[in-house]
């Protein structure tokens, strides 16, 4: 089985089992909302990006910028967040997808096994009972 049943919690568990060189478990998308939510704090930490800082044309005292300067680049940082956040929920809903889409193939294989486990043991007694 491709499951990972010594790990603690369900987020944890796709990191170590990503680790190992594993499949990851089955864990739903809510589950991850405190994963988005640790990227969203994360990118606040990260500096700015060239583009989004501006140099002042006028030169202010002690290069100090203008407020509605500093609000500007803080909603422009909150907008690329969002894209972020939502870019990240919709990848972790393509994962859950294929991770719901390979265990029904592994449940289609197991049945597969059985159906033919149970016709050769059928062919076996036919040919008992021809001797």
Do not use: W
């Not at 193939?105 to 597969?112: A, G, H």
């Amino acid at each position: 089985s491709r499951r990972n049943p010594s790990a603690g919690s369900k987020e944890t568990s796709i990191a170590v089992a990503a680790e190992a060189g594993t499949a990851p478990r089955k864990v739903k998308v809510e589950e991850n909302v405190s994963a988005c939510n640790y990227f969203y704090k994360m990118s606040k930490k990260i500096p700015p990006t060239a583009s989004s800082t501006s140099t002042p044309s006028s030169s202010l005292p002690g290069g100090q910028r203008p407020i509605h300067t500093m609000l500007q680049q803080e909603k422009e940082k909150e907008k690329i967040t969002e894209v972020s956040i939502q870019t990240m929920m919709q990848i972790l809903q393509n994962m859950q997808t294929k991770i719901d889409k390979i265990d029904n193939i592994e449940k289609n294989t197991e049945n597969t096994e059985k159906r033919t486990e149970n016709m050769e043991k059928r062919m076996e007694n036919m040919e008992k009972g021809m001797e």
